[in-house]
């Protein structure tokens, strides 16, 4: 969403609230056009924190903001437990490759995903190669991809493990209006699966392709549970 977009949303908004409350909200639309510079910012400078808002979720909570269901209704969390949930996983992704893992907790409500994706690249096949870096990238997405939070291209560094660690939260005012069991999505991307390059410029020397590579996925659900009966 560009600024223009933006702008239009927050100029409807304004006309929103004048027209319920009949007096002019020019204030109010100026602290909110603060607010959006002051998080786009600070998102900008750490947007892979899993802290600040992405460009899709200030989108949807405006879109929410308009439609009056931001922070009103839903479940009453205050009736809910704290819980957690640790998910294992590991594959195999070839080069310029992608696979997802939904995950979900029944008749619950998640408000914490935390993913952490980790790589180990071959060794050099002998002394007269060296194995170059293979590259990936992880994605974290609410029910319904409304918020996402997304990695940079990562690669290991040589003969070094690989590792992208990305968190997503959701508020309460938006995570009391999701469905009991709403599932989230990670997604794990393979770019450049690096080969294997002949150190120097041998006779009868050639390099070795690498098409692919393993890796290992650990997934941490934080969600609100019904209370034990």
Avoid: C
């Avoid at 998080?39 to 200030?58: D, H, P, R």
């Avoid at 969390?77 to 590991?90: G, H, N, P």
């Amino acid at each position: 969403m560009n600024l223009g977009e933006i702008m239009e949303r927050l100029h409807k908004l304004n006309d929103l609230l004048f027209v319920k409350y009949k007096r002019h909200t020019y204030v109010l639309f100026a602290l909110i056009i603060v607010f959006m510079v002051v998080g786009v910012f600070k998102y900008e400078n750490a947007k892979y924190s899993g802290k600040m808002l992405t460009a899709s979720q200030i989108k949807a909570m405006i879109a929410e903001i308009e439609k009056g269901t931001y922070g009103e209704g839903g479940v009453d969390l205050s009736r809910m437990v704290k819980e957690e949930r640790t998910i294992r996983e590991s594959g195999h992704l070839k080069e310029k490759t992608s696979t997802s893992y939904p995950v979900s907790q029944q008749d619950s409500y998640i408000y914490q995903v935390r993913a952490i994706l980790t790589w180990t690249d071959e060794p050099d096949y002998n002394i007269l190669y060296d194995n170059q870096p293979d590259e990936f990238r992880m994605t974290v997405s609410s029910p319904d991809s409304n918020y996402t939070l997304s990695s940079d291209w990562v690669a290991n560094k040589h003969g070094e493990e690989g590792r992208i660690e990305l968190t997503l939260t959701l508020p309460d005012e938006i995570v009391k209006h999701l469905s009991p069991g709403d599932s989230w999505t990670v997604t794990v991307e393979m770019g450049e699966a690096g080969d294997q390059k002949k150190i120097r410029p041998l006779p009868g020397i050639i390099g070795r392709r690498d098409d692919g590579n393993d890796f290992t996925l650990e997934i941490v659900l934080e969600y609100y549970a019904p209370p034990p009966e």
